[in-house]
Nanobody, 122 residues
Framework: VQLQASGGGFVQAGGSLRLSCTAS????????VGWFRQNQGKDREFVAA????????AIAHSVKGRFTFSRDNAKNTAYLQMNSLKPEDTAVYYC????????????????WGQGTQVTVSS
């Protein structure tokens, strides 16, 4: 499966963005999707993950209550809704996919999108 993340941009603190992760190929519904973010020189950080059906998932403590995840298998797309953005949310955001269960460990994911930049100004 090939993934393409989109929806990043520049936003002021308190604003919102919705990231999309669109998959090409068949059987998107057989993949769990994870969202990670990374700043230069720092480790990749788990943000959220959603199960194959969309009925379960996990979200990082640092974004809990502000970010939500969802997916639409009919559209081959997963979403990360980001509200009440803070400057510390600034990073390149990646989506990833695995045929295994959803996970908050980046090395559990076999497929990665190219990343989309999110910049939050104070």
């Amino acid at each position: 499966v090939q993934l393409q993340a989109s929806g990043g941009g520049f936003v002021q603190a308190g604003g919102s963005l919705r990231l999309s992760c669109t998959a090409s190929g068949r059987s998107f519904s057989s993949y769990a999707v994870g969202w990670f973010r990374q700043n230069q020189g720092k480790d990749r950080e788990f943000v959220a993950a959603v199960s194959q059906s969309g009925g379960a998932g996990a979200i990082a403590h640092s974004v809990k209550g502000r970010f939500t995840f969802s997916r639409d298998n009919a559209k081959n797309t997963a979403y990360l809704q980001m509200n009440s953005l803070k400057p510390e949310d600034t990073a390149v955001y990646y989506c990833a996919a695995t045929q295994g269960p959803y996970s908050d460990y980046y090395y559990e994911y076999e497929y990665w999108g190219q990343g989309t930049q999110v910049t939050v100004s104070s």
